[in-house]
């Protein structure tokens, strides 16, 4: 069973925390929290120790021995991953200079798991020299990963940057933490991924489009922004987007606009992965007008796409690594051998088979199935999982 251990000081987001340990406890994770004095003024330990069915610890457990050991040290080595959330002012600073006067911060300094750690404060007070030197400085511990403060309307009625990070981005990271157990192995990697479904349109509400979400594509820079990357997704997405330290989102509609932003991006990039479902044929008649019914052409003449993917892997330079997913119907013979053909006449470094017709697969989905081919002839199928674990299955597969 992996075990989660959070930390929790005193700020107003500490209530964001009862989802988080909520959600973890229901997925059977196991999970017990720490609290320091300030933190229980605002939500108490009863609360945490319900939610998450274990004690929650306060200073006034500090010296109470676990096991016959001190409780500090007990936890520590509990832990497979420590999160933070929220860090405030107070405790940042702390944790920079390695300070240790409770029970949250002795805990830190005796554990050598990965620590994610989620900052909250007012706006005036994240912008101050002080708070961003000490914000810089954790971030050069190779332990620590940020999951930094957003912005919107705080607390206190300010408007800025400072607002914890929701409970589904914190458990989104620890679900990638809790497979890849922390591991930054893409950190000083250039990712490029694109994602969603193109649209083709015939006038500007009429589109020959596909059932694409953008989960996936989504969920693969999510992985790669967890693991230490800097990523540029290009989207055509109908899913939120993420946000995140580290991350670039370009939007576009359509396979044209799509293929210029990718050939944009493309020269930087370490590893590009298309995930996007491009469009195969447009409409050669347009209209910049809603035509009334009435006028809607009843036969459409289309013209090809140009292969946005087959362009790339002309462009590619030897150093780079480009990735593509072929979405398929039939039984799974057909699937793989249609992605086989793909990866060749493509020219790609690897492909991702996946069978889009089903309940649990492909388009719209939560949870996907794969089998990654490289051109070396090394193959890996995946079992049913989520779109985030297959991601990570994938930057496995490939590095």
């Known amino acids: 069973m992996n075990h989660v251990l959070i930390g929790i000081s005193g700020g107003i987001a500490a209530y964001k925390v009862c989802e988080v340990v909520s959600s973890l406890a229901k997925r059977g994770i196991e999970v017990r929290v720490i609290l320091t004095k300030s933190a229980a003024e605002f939500v108490t330990p009863l609360t945490f120790a319900t939610l998450s069915r274990q004690p929650a610890y306060t200073d006034a457990d500090f010296w109470q021995p676990s096991n016959g050991r001190p409780l500090h040290i007990e936890l520590a080595e509990w832990a497979d991953i420590f999160l933070l959330a929220p860090v405030t002012a107070n405790t940042l600073a702390k944790l920079s200079y390695g300070m240790a006067d409770n029970l949250l911060t002795n805990t830190v300094l005796a554990s050598t798991c990965p620590i994610l750690f989620a900052p909250a404060m007012n706006t005036n007070m994240w912008l101050q020299p002080s708070v961003q030197e000490n914000w810089r400085k954790l971030l050069q511990d190779n332990r620590y990963t940020a999951i930094a403060p957003t912005d919107g309307i705080l607390a206190c009625d300010a408007v800025g940057t400072g607002r ?19 591991k930054q192995d893409l950190k000083g990697k250039k990712i490029l991924v694109n994602a969603g479904g193109t649209r083709e349109f015939i006038d500007p509400v009429r589109f020959i489009g596909n059932p694409s979400t953008g989960k996936q594509g989504i969920a693969i820079a999510k992985a790669a922004m967890h693991r230490g990357a800097k990523v540029t997704l290009i989207t055509a997405s109908s899913s939120p987007l993420p946000i995140g330290e580290g991350l670039g989102v370009r939007v576009v509609r359509t396979a044209a606009e799509m293929h210029q932003v990718m050939l944009e991006e493309f020269p930087l990039a370490d590893i590009t992965i298309a995930a996007a479902a491009i469009g195969d044929v447009r409409s ?51 699937v793989l051998s249609a992605a086989k053909e793909k990866l060749a006449r493509k020219g790609l470094d690897a492909i991702a088979a996946n069978a889009v017709k089903g309940s649990q697969t492909g388009f719209g989905t939560d949870t996907n199935q794969a089998t990654f081919i490289h051109k070396n002839g090394n193959t890996q199928s995946t079992p049913l999982c989520s779109k985030l674990e297959l991601a990570h299955r994938l930057f496995n597969f490939l590095i």
Do not use: C, W
């Not at 981005?169 to 933490?177: A, D, G, K, N, T």
């Not at 009435?294 to 480009?322: C, G, H, M, T, W």
């Open 284 to 334: 050669q008649f347009q209209s910049d007008r809603k035509l009334p019914k009435s006028e809607l052409p009843l036969k459409l003449e289309l013209e090809y796409i140009p292969d946005i993917v087959a362009d790339l892997a002309s462009r590619k330079r030897p150093d780079q690594l480009l990735v593509g997913f072929a979405a398929q119907t039939g039984n799974e013979s057909e």
């Open 164 to 182: 914890m990070a929701e409970p589904e981005i914190i458990l989104e990271y620890l679900e990638s933490f809790l497979f890849t157990k922390g």
